[in-house]
């Protein structure tokens, strides 16, 4: 048998070998196979933040939060629709956008999300949550992880945005 038949018989040998311990591919299910994609997904997260390096009672938070392949993520969360009192007023906030990350040397997600704020229905600033870094449970159906926030205020005069309140807490998220 000639050189080049060998090589193409074990070519063809080594090919055949490698598709069959692919039992699905990206292109029939959609899903990349990757550790990255084990956060993707709809998540319940229940939480409590307080002003950081303040002795307070910290408030709860309950939020849905989907995070979808490719690093992009959407939050949505129990605050009063008709919305709720603030030192500036009453306050309304909107649904939250972000993106999140996967760390294979330290086997975390990390994540960001900002969301804006409205006092008496006008713009008064944004919320932004993070970094935060969690770890998911080794089932793939939980996580837990700091929490830290900062409050923007928005100066119409100056159309800037100064930085108010600090937030820290904690968070624990079961797949939904």
């Not at 055949?16 to 319940?44: C, E, H």
């Not at 969360?77 to 956008?97: C, D, E, H, M, V």
């Not at 900062?150 to 108010?164: E, F, L, M």
Request: proline share 9%; charged share 10%; glycine share 10%.
């Amino acid at each position: 048998m000639s050189t080049a038949l060998v090589r193409i018989t074990l070519l063809g040998a080594l090919l055949s070998s490698a598709s069959g311990a692919l039992a699905f591919s990206p292109s029939d299910t959609g899903a990349v196979p990757v550790p990255a994609k084990v956060i993707v997904g709809t998540w319940n997260v229940q939480g409590a933040v307080a002003p950081c390096g303040v002795s307070a009672t910290p408030s709860p938070i309950l939020a849905t939060v989907v995070f979808h392949a490719g690093g992009t993520l959407s939050e949505t969360n129990t605050f009063p629709l008709t919305g709720a009192p603030s030192p500036w007023g009453p306050s309304k906030r909107g649904p939250g956008y972000g993106t999140w990350e996967y760390d294979h040397k330290t086997d975390r997600y990390t994540y960001w999300i900002r969301f804006f704020w409205f006092v008496n229905d006008i713009y008064h600033g944004y919320q932004q949550v993070g970094p935060i870094v969690v770890a998911v449970s080794p089932d793939g159906m939980s996580y837990t992880g700091p929490i830290h926030a900062q409050r923007w205020i928005y100066d119409p005069a100056t159309q800037t945005h100064s930085a108010a309140l600090d937030f820290c807490g904690t968070q624990t998220g079961e797949r939904f």
